[in-house]
Structures are given as C-alpha cells and as structure tokens.
C-alpha cells in the first residue's frame, strides 16, 4: 500500500492577505518583534535628538565661557592700560628722574603678579626696565628686530616686540603686541604699548608686558569646569596662555582649521583635534581691545559621555522591555507550538493509520482542535482497518484461488508429461518397489499401474541383470544419480533392453524413492550388434581382398619368372634373326609391364594395411630422378623427347630412394603412356623455401576438369581410348601415398583436353647435408666387382619351367648348375657339390625354403655357401622372415637378372 503524502498547501490567495509559508514560530517571532523594533527605532531617534541637543548646549556653553572669558580678558589689558597711563603723565619722565622713575614702576608692578614695565625713547633705545635692575645695560630696538624671530623651547617666536612699539610712537595710540621673546625677561610675553605724550609729540614710549602666567592665572580664575580647556590666542595664531600647565603650550600654533576660523570671524564654534587629545568642540570669541581671541574647548568624549550618562536608564528600560518581549513570545511559542507540534505529529500518525496521543494544552482553540483530530484519528482507524480487512480478504480469497489454479495447470503439466510422454517413466520406493508408472512403462513391463505397485523393479528384470538392476537403485537411493542398462523380462517370454536414468526423489531433503526415465534400446542394440558384425564381415572381406591381391601377384609373378628367364636367355645367348629379336623384346616389354603391375598391386595393398616400410637415407633428388628416368626410359626412348633441367646445387632428401624413384617412374611412365610419339617430357626440379619441388610436364592427352580432382583415387582411369595402354588406375595412388609418407604432396594440372598434363610434387629437403652412413643393409645390397667369375649354383625349384629356364640362363652365364625340385634332394646335392650359391624358392613342397635354408645354415661344412631366396612375395615381413632363416638375399619373381649377376659376383 503506497504511502499518502499531505497535500502541499495552496499557493493561491485564499483570504485578503497572500498566503506565505512559514513556521509559526515565525511568525508569533514576528508578531513580537515589530513593536520591539518599533520601540528600538524610536529609542535610536531619541537617542539622536538628544545627543544633538546636547551638543548644541554645550556648545552654547563654551562659547558663553569664551566671550566671557575675552571680556574679562579685556578687563585685564584695561588695566595695564590704565597703568601705564597713568605712569607716562608722571613728571619724573619729565624730569628725566629715572631712578625715580623706576622705583616707581617697581612699586607698581609688585601689585601685579608677573610682568615689566619698559621706556624707550623715540629712537628705540630702552632707558629702563623693571625686569632688570637699574643701571643694567639695556638694549636698543629696531624695526630690523622685529623680523627676526627666535627658537625657544622648541618652538619659534618673534624676537622682539619693537614693531607694536614702533606703530604706538608714530599713531600716538595704544597698541597690542602678540607673544615674542622678551630679550632682558628671556621668555615669552605680549605687551602693552602707549606712547608718551608730551605737547602732541610722544617723546617716548611706554610698554608693560606681561608673562602667560598672568593670563592663566586669569583663565583659572574664570574656569569653571575642569574639563574645559582654555587658550588664549594671539592674532598670529599664536597660543599666549591656557589654563593649564600653558609652559606646554604657549608659542604653539593652533591647529589649520582652529586658526582658520579665529582670522575670519569675531566668534564661532568647531570641531578640531588640540594637543593630540582626540577630537574636541570648542568656541572661540575675539577680544574687542586686542584683537586676541579666547578659545574654549571640551574634549567631544566628554560630550557623549555625558549623552551617554543621561541616556542609561533610557536604554536600559529599552533593553529590558526588548528581552522580556521576546522571553513573553518565547513562553507563548512554547505553550502555543507544543501543542500544535503534537498535534501536528498526530495527523501524521492518522495519515499513517497510527493512533496517536493527542495533548491538552489548555488553549481553547488547540484543544478544540485535539478533539475533533482524536474523534477524526478514531473514525480514521476504524475506516482502515475495515478496508484493511476487506483487502486482506479479497488478497487471500484470491491468492487461493490463483494458487489452485497454478497448482492445477502444474499438476496437469506434469500429468501430461507424465503420461503422454513416449517414454517409460516410473517411480519406485525406497524398497525398489513400484510407486507410479505411466502408459509407457505400464506397456513396457505389460502390467497395468496398480499391478505393478506391488511388484520389484529388479525382479521384473531377467535373473543375471537382477543383481545390477538392484545395485543401481541402490546408488540412487544414496543420492548417486546414475544410467545402467537392463534387460526385462516379460510375461509374455519377450525381453526388452532398457536403458534407464534414474535420480533420487528429495522430498523436504530426504530421499524418498527412485524416478526412472527408461528407453527401449532392444532395436537400437540389435542394430548394433548387426552393424559390429557387418564391420567384421566388410574388415574380413577386405582383408581377404588384400591377401587375394598379394596372392594373385604372387601367382601370377610365378609364370612371369621361368618368361623373364627365357628372354633373358635369349638375350645373352647374342643377337638373333631380327623377327627373333623383335619377339624377344615384345616378350620382355609386356613381361616387365606385368612385373610392374604385380608390384603395385602389391604396394597399394601393403600402403592401405599401413605395411609400407621406408628405408630412408639420406639422398640427391638428382640420384633419385636418375634411377626413376632410367627405370622408364624404355617406355619413351626413341618415341618422345625428354627434358631434364635440375637446378645446380644438389637438393638433399631423406627419402627411401627405390620409392622416390617408384613415384617419379609412375609419373614419367604416365606422361610416356599419355602422350604420343614426338612430345614432349620435361622434368624440372628446384628449391623452394624448405621444400624440393619436382615438375613432370608433358605435352600428351591432357586431364578432363572432370577427371582432375579424383584423379589420385585408387582404381580411377581416364578415357576408354588409352585403356589400350593398360594399368589397373593404382600408379597415381600409390605415387600419393609415397609422396605423403615422404611428408610430401603431389597434385596434378591440366588445361584440358589435348593440353598436356602436369604433376608437381614437393618434398621436404633435409635440413642440412650430412654424409649418412646407414646404408641400406647388405642383405638387400650386392657388391659389383667388374669380372664375373664362373660359380657353382644350386637351383631348388619345384616349377619345372621355372628352374629349367634358370638353369638354363645360370649355365648361359658360364655357371656350373644342379637343380633340385626339394628341400631334402637340395641338402643331398649340396653335400657332393659344394655350391658357392643356392637359389631356394620359399614354397617348395614338404620342406620349405625357410626350413630348407635353416638346415644348411645347421651345416658348418655349407657356411659358405651364400643363400639367395626366390619367392613371389615380397612384403618387407617375408624379407624378414627369409633373413631370420638364415638367407643371404631375397629375390622377388620374376629375378632381376642384374641383381642376380651381382649376387653371383659376390659369391666367393
Ligand atoms: P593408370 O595409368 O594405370 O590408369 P594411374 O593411377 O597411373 O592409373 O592414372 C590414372 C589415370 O590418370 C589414368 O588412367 C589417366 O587417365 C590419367 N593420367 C595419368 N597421368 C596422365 C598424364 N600424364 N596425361 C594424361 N592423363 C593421365
């Protein structure tokens, strides 16, 4: 059942006001808040106003001190004023009574704090000064001098005040000088000058300076803040005095914009730094008399220090008021939203069919809300868990229903299968007794299913399988699945054989029983068992058709031998009439074609027996061609031309040369057959890569394309018009078969009829010359020694004609000759004629020539007496066999007669 998601909530307006998501945590913060940063706005508003009130008052304040202060300033300089005014209408200066004069003064200035009081005359001279005793040289001013200025303390003051003093004597009026460096006082001061004025002319000049000690002494007095700083301030800018500690400061000039001001107005306020004590306010007011001004400044700190001190309660009532607020929102948030949290959660669990708890939060309107969401959570379980029970029951009514139904379909799947199939199925127990069979198995064993039930599977089989049939139900039943066949038996005497597979039957993982698939392989075996013997018949025919073919060569090689002799006999007893000749070469000609026809039949029969024996050495292709070209050269010489083109360096073979040699004569001797008189054979023989490669072309009928690709197979032959040229279709079969023994191959090529053929065969060249040493074994070979001596040989022949025409041809040779038809009149002969040669045919009557030579070998007295076997069979099994009877060499009929004269030769 998928899991329903509440609906996100609308986004559309649904009221007057748009509808915002957000928690309400939110927005109760929210609610809170506003007035709060109502209340903070208008507290920084406040806050603002007050301190610009403030401000404005203080400033008010400083600049009330500052004309105060330039007043009482003013009052100050009036009095020095007053002072010298009334000591310059003394008549002591009229007098010229200095001393007196000067007494005066003193008494004067002892009233006054600090200061001197200075007479020049109009030419600048200084005729006395209280701050030196009288009598003291004084100087003489000048207006040079008041250029001039002087370092003192680090700061930098004009030397003298002589121009003020200069301007009082030529304008007659008072005159205020700005801070200098009093010579005689050495220090700074600012003075008072009024010229003397006597009928209209001022013959001299009067002055009182004063120290800035005088005026912070002034400041002090007028002081009534110490926060406040104080300075008075020459027209130069110059600071003349302060308050406090005015050595510091005095001959400083005030700050850039602070002097600014001072030059360009009578009065003012700023904002300026003083002394590197941080940003200060201050108001400034010029005095009237002397053009001074009196600056009043209070460091700004102070200023919000004071907003600062006076707006404390204020933001702390503000601060007080903000956190409660928010603690007031924070206790509703968690009254309100606990509630509403739970509830929330609990319209959750409905939405997931859970019941939930639901809060009483003493809220009216939540706890409301928790009934009816409790009364809706109650009808909600109750409408779930009906359509709950409802779908449980409609799921399992068809879970049922559908497996009755997958059970059925199973069930009749396996029926069908069961019964239908072709093949005999069948259960059995664990005691091998039947359980279940189907039509197929109840036909098989010819009882119906419930006759089986009580019968044993073994039993039915015939009694020697019994055993088995009983050890492989065994096997099965340890869980070894296995096949076996048996043989039942029927009611009826009939027996099938039946192959069976049987596996355990596993029911919750114990074997309970056997099934068996079963097949009736009573057909299947008696075919078999027909077919092994057909094969035994058709190996027996064939191998009878063999032995046939050796002994038909064998057979008819006999008459060929006593023919051979006779032509051989004619030949050497010298040249006869030519009719004689032309009969004897006739005679000769179809005798060896028929020899050579025997031979082939011979080897085709040996190469299909897998009996051909190589007697392979190392070998010169050319040596090989030689004998080949040799052997035919009777069949083409005179008739056809032939050409032999060899490359130069010897191809080296491994290869049983007499063969190798049979092969390449079987192919000239075709090429001769199949072309006519005046063509052509060309032999070519060269190197490819690893291989010799031999072609023997010729120029004669040519090979059909029909005839080609079957031409290597045994017994087939071309046209019908060259029969006359004989052959039995084996030479180019036998020429494969070498080839291949040799790790050869041949193939053929023609274009066609009247085109001429072409055989090429290649063989692999041995690796490498090295001399062989193995030569064929002396039993086969005979040594040639030019002069044939005259022998004494034993013919034992039991072929009248055969051992005559020998004889005969023996005696020609200018050999001494017996003949005997036995092997016990051969033993008899020898002991009175000691033969240096017996030729012994092997298939005498009684004794035969193996036994024969066997006996003479027993002799001592006939050890050297060489025994040459004649015989019609030449497998390499009959050489054999003669060399272990104690022959020395094996003659095949009809007798080579050179081979025969090199035996004799070799005879001592
Ligand atoms: P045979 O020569 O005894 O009939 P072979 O096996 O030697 O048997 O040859 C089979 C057949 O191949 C021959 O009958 C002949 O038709 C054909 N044949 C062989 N060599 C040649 C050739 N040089 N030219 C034309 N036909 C050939």
Known sequence: ?????????????????????????????????????????????????????????????????????????????????????????????????????????????????????????????????????????????????????????????????????????????????????????????????????????????????????????????????????????????????????????????????????????????????????????????????????????????????????????????????????????????????????????????????????????????????????????????????????????????????????????????????????????????????FVSANAAAERLFGYTTDELKSKD????????????????????????????????????????????????????????????????????????????????????????????????AHELRNPLAPIRNAVEYLRLKGPQDSETEWCRNVIDQQARQMARLMDDLLDVSRITSNKLELRKARVTLEEVLRDAIETSRPLFDGRIELAVDLSDDPLWLDADTTRLAQVFSNLLNNAAKYTDSGGHIRIHGRREGAQAVVTVRDTGIGISPELLPKIFDMFVQGDDSHRAQGGLGLGLTLARDIVRIHGGTIEAASAGHGRGSEFIVRLPLADRYRPDTTLPPAFMQTDSTPEPQPKRVLVVEDNKSQAQSLARLLQLMGHEVRVTANGASALETLADFAADVALIDIGLPGMSGYEVARRIRDRSEFRKTKLVAQTGWGREEDVQRAREAGFDHHLVKPIDHRRLQDILRSAQ
């Open 457 to 552: 599977f073994a039993a039915l089989c015939i009694p020697e399988k019994r055993e088995d049939a009983a050890a492989a139900v065994h096997d099965i039943l340890a869980r070894r699945s296995r096949d076996f066949e048996t043989v039942i038996s029927r009611d009826d005497d009939a027996r099938v054989d039946l192959f069976v597979t049987g596996a355990p039957m596993i029911v919750d993982d114990q074997v309970t029983g056997v099934s068996c698939i079963g097949r009736d392989i009573t057909e299947r075996n008696r075919l078999t068992a027909e077919l092994q013997q057909r094969v035994g018949e058709l190996r027996e025919a064939d191998r009878r058709k063999d032995e046939f073919l050796a002994v038909l």
């Open 1 to 433: 059942m998928s899991k329903q998601q509440p609906p996100e909530p609308s986004r559309a307006r649904t009221g007057p006001w748009p509808t915002r998501r957000g928690s309400l945590r939110s927005y109760l913060l929210l609610l809170a808040l506003a007035p709060l940063t109502l209340l903070v706005i208008v507290t920084a508003a406040s806050i603002w106003v007050q301190y610009r009130q403030q401000s404005a008052m203080l400033v008010d304040g400083l600049r009330e001190t500052a004309h105060a202060i330039a007043l009482a300033v003013d009052r100050e300089l009036d009095t020095g004023r007053a002072i010298l005014e009334t000591l310059a209408a003394s008549e002591l200066i009229d007098a010229a009574d200095w001393r007196a004069f000067y007494e005066l003064c003193v008494k004067i200035m002892k009233s006054r704090q600090d200061g001197a009081i200075i007479l020049m005359d109009r030419a600048g001279q200084m005729l006395l000064n209280t701050a030196v005793e009288f009598g003291t040289p004084l100087p003489r001013l000048s207006h040079e001098l008041a250029d001039q200025t002087i370092e003192w303390e680090g700061r930098r003051l004009p030397l003298s005040n002589s121009r003020m003093l200069f301007d009082s004597l030529a304008s007659g009026q008072v005159e205020y000088s700005d801070l200098y460096y009093g010579r005689v006082g050495k220090r700074p001061a600012v003075a008072i000058a009024v010229p003397v004025m006597r009928g209209g002319t001022a013959p001299y000049m009067m002055a009182i300076s004063s120290t800035p000690k005088v005026f912070a002494a002034l400041l002090q007095h007028e002081s009534n803040s110490a926060d406040l700083d104080m300075l008075i301030v020459d027209r130069a800018g110059r600071i003349i005095s302060r308050d406090n500690d005015p050595e510091k400061v005095v001959g400083h000039l005030t700050p850039e914009p602070l002097h600014r001001a001072i030059a360009t107005a009578r009065s003012g306020i700023g904002e300026t730094v003083l002394f590197d004590d941080g940003p200060s306010l201050y108001a400034f007011s010029r005095s009237a008399v002397s053009n001074w001004s009196v600056v009043v400044a209070a460091p700004r700190d102070r200023v919000l220090a004071s907003i600062r001190r006076s707006l404390a309660p204020w933001l702390v009532a503000v601060f007080v008021v903000i956190t409660a607020g928010i603690m007031f929102a924070q206790s509703i948030w968690r009254r309100v939203a606990t509630p509403l949290g739970l509830l929330t959660q609990g319209a959750e669990a409905i939405q997931r069919g859970q019941q939930p708890e639901i809060p009483v939060s003493g809220i009216d309107e939540v706890d409301t809300l928790s009934r009816m969401l409790r009364h809706a959570s109650l009808t909600e379980h109750a409408r779930r868990e009906e359509v709950l029970k409802r779908q449980l029951a409609e799921e399992r009514e068809k879970a049922t229903a559908d497996t009755a139904e997958e059970l059925r379909r199973s069930e009749q799947r396996y029926r069908s299968l069961f019964d239908n199939n072709l093949d005999p199925i069948f259960s059995l127990n664990g005691d091998g007794l």
